[in-house]
């Protein structure tokens, strides 16, 4: 799914875009160091609003082709802006994944608004580390907007299963802006079908989210 700070502006203006075991994506904003096994994928589906601004729909797929390469895309539409905006991105993960342990990652993609002109190239750096005590993600990157110069962005967040069900807590954000603070949720309804939700806060307005996922 599209990374942290493509989906911010698109969850403050439109919709987030988000994105395992340690699993992250849905229904995590920030993204992690793994990626699907080599043949296999997964599609990412979620409404997103912010009440009283903004209502997006969103689907991101995602497939890798072969072990330690997924490639990336979405597409979202912001029904209050009447807006279309898509993202294609590939994630590489450098070190092996671990089930007790750290593991690295990069991301390198770009994102556009149809009729607004100009790409958005973004460059992601992914850390996971899994424990007994749940998974910690950290993202450290940057992009450029069209005809602007470029801003640093930043994630961290952690999650923990609970039975049936995971809890994350996350923060995310961009250099000289004020963060996002969020929470969320996700179960399986079936071994093929994923139901998530999440709820946050930035800027003292809040963000809300339901998605699904399904692997294939």
């Known amino acids: 799914m599209p990374p942290f700070f493509l989906l911010r ?46 209502h997006t729909w969103t689907v991101a797929p995602a497939y890798a082709p072969v072990d330690g390469l997924e490639l990336g895309a979405s597409v979202t539409r912001d029904r209050t802006a009447a807006t279309t905006s898509q993202a294609l991105q590939a994630k590489w993960r450098i070190t092996p994944a671990q089930e007790a342990g750290c593991n690295t990652a990069l991301v390198l993609g770009a994102a556009q608004t149809r009729g607004q002109g100009g790409t958005t190239p973004y460059l992601n750096g992914l850390l996971s580390c899994n424990s007994t005590w749940g998974a910690t993600h950290l993202n450290l990157g940057g992009q450029r907007p069209s005809g602007g110069p470029g801003v640093a962005t930043w ?49 003292r307005e809040t963000l809300l989210s339901v998605g699904l996922k399904q692997p294939f």
């Not at 439109?14 to 793994?34: E, F, I, M």
């Not at 961009?174 to 996700?186: C, D, H, I, W, Y």
């Open 9 to 54: 502006p698109l969850l403050l203006a439109g919709g987030l875009l988000a994105c395992l075991s340690a699993h992250a994506g849905r229904p995590l904003t920030v993204d992690d160091a793994n990626t699907d096994d080599a043949g296999s994928g997964h599609v990412e589906g979620w409404y997103a609003r912010q009440p009283g601004r903004a």
């Open 155 to 203: 994630g961290l967040a952690h999650e923990r299963e609970f039975g049936a069900a995971t809890l994350h807590v996350e923060a995310f954000g961009q250099r000289l802006a004020k963060p996002t603070f969020q929470v969320g949720a996700r179960i399986l309804l079936t071994k093929q079908l994923q139901l998530d939700a999440t709820v946050g806060r930035s800027n």
